[in-house]
């Protein structure tokens, strides 16, 4: 992908770049890593994914370009303030104390989003490339869940949470020697797993 000087003259081709090289599918899977089993009961990964995207767009000025690791911390920062919204959004509603939570559809705003010119990740997301995201987080998801338990959290941190290896070390309680001789172990079946289900897709890994 080439350097993006400033996120605030992004061209749309230039965003959906940007959003792709973040990893769509395995976005899903941080986004769902974040959801209560209660939110999950109401929401669908993908609807928080894309109320993300699109608050990413409206507050792309303040993102100073630093490279795809930091943009997409930036992502999931705000992927986190916006479930946090929606979780004491329902406290609120469940203790009578506030209105009833507007849906997502509701909250992405679409006056606003035009006043922009451009809708952002709104305006290049189709139902099939929704459709097609999901099956893939579905089978990144069924590709980790077959690695044996001391190697799978590893394994997720490092490639879906893309958390450096002294982080996945510090997190998981492991000397670093041993979470990248786990890593180099459960990441070799973890790709013939994902290639088996994705046949040779490389669009997500």
């Known amino acids: 992908m080439q350097p993006i000087s400033s996120l605030e003259r992004a061209s749309s081709e230039q965003w959906n770049r940007l959003i792709e090289s973040v990893g769509p599918a395995a976005m899903l899977l941080v986004v769902r890593a974040r959801m209560s089993p209660a ?13 993300t995207l699109l608050h ?8 100073t370009w ?8 930036w992502l999931i920062s705000i992927l986190e303030h916006r479930l946090l919204d929606l ?18 559809d509701a909250r992405a705003a679409p006056a606003e989003a035009s006043s922009l010119g451009f809708a952002g990740p709104i305006a290049s997301t189709t139902p099939s490339r929704v459709a097609m995201d999901r099956e893939a987080a579905t089978a990144i998801a069924e590709a ?16 879906i949470e893309d958390l450096s290896m002294p982080e996945v070390a510090e997190r998981t ?12 172990k459960g990441a070799e079946s973890y790709q013939r797993a994902l290639a088996r289900r994705l046949r040779g897709d490389s669009r997500v890994g």
């Not at 929401?43 to 928080?48: F, G, I």
């Not at 979780?87 to 997502?104: D, H, M, T, V, Y």
């Not at 980790?144 to 490639?159: F, K, M, N, S």
């Open 173 to 184: 309680g492991l000397g670093l020697s041993a979470a990248q001789h786990r890593f180099r």
């Open 87 to 104: 979780a004491e959004a329902a406290e609120r509603k469940k203790r009578g104390g506030g209105a009833q939570p507007l849906s997502l």
């Open 56 to 63: 990413a767009w409206r507050d792309r000025t303040q993102c």
């Open 39 to 51: 939110m999950l009961a109401r929401l669908a990964p993908e609807d928080v994914w894309q109320e």
């Open 66 to 73: 630093q490279g795809l690791p930091a943009f997409r911390r």
């Open 144 to 159: 980790l869940q077959e690695l044996p338990e001391e190697l799978r959290e590893v394994v997720r941190l490092r490639l």
